[in-house]
């Protein structure tokens, strides 16, 4: 019954077939392109600090920029702002790929280059974020959402590869005309399908301080509604813990085992995530979507348990598939919970503060992992350490135990809060009848505040 679901939603929707096809070839090429430049980066350097940087201005700069995108993107077409954004992402990599054809490019283009392809993607992921609920049907959203996961996943687990094999070949100019030419399939797409512009509820001026009023508005309309305040907290602590996991996987296997094993146990992981993206798309995250949110965060937190319990390749494949698998299901609810109990005419404005905070837990929780291991629990946990008589009986004391402890200490903050929420909630009955009811305190609001405006 959930397949044919999925494919009644591909078939009649023609507008959102189009445009996820065409934005996920256009995100498998970006992949292509971040992995090789990174290579490039490396082979000419041969210093992580520089691909530290690299990384830096494709991350920061395009999450502190978010809230303004939100508000931009609230005012104007969102089509034309997908358009635009991937029109200037797409002369970007067109500019690397004529530098490097003709032996001009240097590293501080590649700083320049990502710096301003940062800022293109807040705009395409607000922008493409707020679009969704005008293509799909409120009860199709959670496999919308899924299948948008779903390309992400399968991005993550195949553009490493293809890149990898490309590269040989192709060098990196062929990865980079690759790129260009998803940009142009999905520039394509997009120019054939309708995407629909709510009624807009701001008065149409332009300055600096009229867009922060905005982002103060987005604020205002999740601060006012608890619900969203307390999903907003939730989330941004999950990719806090979601971002110390990501730089604590690779020095956790290799403490004990080789390079190769860790790429078997990553490709396992991006297999946990395709089969979770699969499951999101087929199922939708059912009617209540705060319970099954809750859920799957929880069964996320065990996975982290079972990841750091022992250094065994065996229980660390079987948490990193756990915790992978419920990543896409954990995002795709969240995205059908903002996209179904926002207006759209606000959307903008809430979703990008939504990803600016998830995007500053990540990196703060990036920055927190080695202090926290290096200095204090990797000493703790050695083989004469003040942990090892107690912890360390339970997980083991040497070299990378420090790394599985805060992993462990990651999945029980993760599970308890989980389950504290969940319960919450279930007590309330405030699951889909409190979406409901939200929705309308919110379209309540806006027409009281158009009607102060006027």
């Known amino acids: 019954m959930y397949v044919s679901k999925l494919i009644e939603l591909i078939r009649e929707l023609r507008n959102f077939t189009l445009f996820w096809l065409g934005q996920s070839l256009s995100e498998i090429g970006n992949r292509l392109t971040g992995f090789g430049l990174g290579i490039w980066v490396y082979h000419n350097t041969h210093a992580v600090t520089q691909l530290s940087l690299v990384i830096f201005f494709t991350t920061l700069p395009g999450v502190l920029i978010t809230p303004f995108a939100g508000a931009l993107v609230d005012r104007w077409n969102r089509k034309w702002t997908i358009i635009f954004s991937e029109i200037a992402a797409a002369s970007i990599t067109l500019t690397l790929a004529i530098l490097l054809l003709t032996g001009n490019l240097q590293l501080w ?23 969704l609920p005008l293509m799909v049907p409120s009860n199709q959203m959670g496999r919308a959402n899924g299948l948008i996961q779903f390309s992400t996943a399968l991005g993550q687990l195949v553009a490493p590869i293809l890149a990898a094999i490309l590269i040989a070949n192709l060098q990196l100019q062929g990865l980079l005309l690759i790129d260009l030419s998803t940009y142009l399939i999905g520039l394509l797409t997009l120019i054939f399908i309708n995407i629909p512009q709510p009624e807009s509820s701001i008065v149409p001026t332009m300055g600096m301080s009229t867009i922060i009023n905005d982002i103060v508005y987005g604020w205002e309309n999740i601060y006012s509604r608890f619900f969203l305040l307390i999903l907003l907290s939730f989330m941004t602590i999950y990719f806090f813990v979601n971002g110390m996991t990501s730089v604590l996987i690779n020095p956790l296997i290799l403490s004990f085992s080789s390079a190769t094993t860790f790429g078997s146990v990553m490709s396992i992981a991006g297999g946990g995530m395709v089969a979770g993206s699969i499951l999101m798309s087929i199922w939708g995250g059912g009617k209540k979507s705060l319970s099954p949110l809750f859920l799957f965060s929880a069964l996320n937190g065990i996975g982290l348990i079972i990841t750091g319990i022992k250094p065994f390749i065996p229980t660390i494949a079987l948490g990193i598939f756990i915790s992978f698998f419920t990543l896409p299901i954990i995002l795709g609810i969240n995205s059908t919970i903002l996209q179904t109990s926002i207006p759209p005419n606000i959307q903008g404005r809430v979703l990008s503060l939504f990803y600016t905070l998830a995007g500053l837990a990540g990196a703060f929780g990036n920055l927190s992992a080695s202090p926290l291991t290096d200095g204090f629990l990797e000493p703790m946990l050695s083989t004469d350490g003040v942990l090892a008589s107690t912890v360390g009986r339970l997980i083991e004391t040497g070299s990378g135990r420090g790394i599985g402890f805060l992993m462990v200490l990651e999945g029980l903050l993760v ?36 009607d102060q405006e006027h």
Not at 115 to 125: E, K, L, P
Not at 425 to 434: I, S
Request: include cysteine; hydrophobic fraction near 45%.
């Open 109 to 131: 283009h590649t700083y320049v280059s990502a710096f301003f392809t940062s800022v293109c993607g807040s705009f395409q992921m607000t922008a493409k974020g707020a679009a």
């Open 415 to 450: 599970l308890i809060i989980s389950v504290i929420l969940y319960n919450y909630f279930a007590l309330k009955q405030m699951d889909e009848e409190l979406l409901n009811t939200n929705e309308l305190i919110v379209k309540n609001k806006i027409i009281n505040t158009l």
